[in-house]
């Protein structure tokens, strides 16, 4: 029957133009009483066929009642643009989208149609976070980066920078603990603390908990990001309000350059080590972290992701941490949304003496409870025991 209906679409298509054939599903013309716009009830491109394949017949074409299968939807159609299931997949479903005046990316609409983002990237062969999209609310290109804010149906608003999850507001907040208070707690008194990149707030709005600071900077290069953070991540970006808080944007490394002997404790949240965030895991951005810090300073850095993806990364990254700080060591969080679910941070001090691995200073339990959901004392301790095939390529 799908080759007896096959062999019907391509005698029609010999008689009549790609045009009227369009016009015909797309009802941007009168033909033959042809129905209006045709809306399909859901973005499935077997049942809006189903839907389609009831209606043709009033409009004078053949009906193919039997829903198509992929590979009928790809072959032989594929070569034909002016066949019926092409020009479902690739122009009713994309029209309707654009006629409600909704935002649209590549990432969501292509190839499947289907509503979910996939995050693919060459860091992580092989393999795919994807999450269900709501609505797309913004979308831009950055001087920097492409910049995606869409509102998923389970982890809420979703940051993304070049097609890479930064931030859901269900998990942020495990990252933003750990790459903050790792560094916080392992200085005795941290009162000027320095984050670069960070564009969402989150960091920010983790340093300003302890009540020792007295100023908390914050230098990103791309305004978009801060601009976008505090109209749709608003529980992430409430620290750029904070009385304590000034926000720079630029360069991190020109912003560490004019400043020597200057902060307790510097924080980097960069994006991946690829584009614009690639030179933030390089030796000699460790050393201008080094002097930009005061005597006995503490860092966090994002530490190349994870252990089960990238350990000759983190190893490297490990090895020029150690050629300029006297004390660096390698700590994890969990996290659902970041790659295999984990991500790790370099934890650095100039104070040779100081075990970063133990906090320094630490809030009670009530303090941790009402501070904080992912970090306490007993978890800034475990969050450097590592498994034995990631210590060892570390030692």
Known sequence: MIAASRLRLLSVAQRQSRNQIQNHILGLKSVKSAPKIFTPPDSSPATACRELGARLPASGLPNFSRPPSLSFLSSPFSSSPSLIPRVLSSRVLHTTAKMSNEIVHPTIQAPTLDGWFREISNMWPGQAMTLKVEKVLHHEKSQYQDVLIFKSTDYGNVLVLDNVIQATERDEFSYQEMITHLAMNSHPNPKKVLVIGGGDGGVLREVVKHDCVEEAILCDIDEAVIRLSKQFLPHMSVGFDHPKSKTHVGDGFKFLDDYKNTFDVIITDS???????????KKPYFQLLHDALREGGVITTQGSENQWLHLPLITQLKKDCKEIFPVAEYAYTTI????????????????ANRNVRVPLRSWTPEEEEQKCRYYNAEIHKASFILPTFAKKALE
């Open 271 to 281: 994006s991946d080590p690829e584009g614009p965030a690639e030179s933030l895991f």
């Open 336 to 351: 659902p949304t970041y790659p295999s679910g984990q991500i790790g941070f370099m934890v650095c001090c100039k104070d």
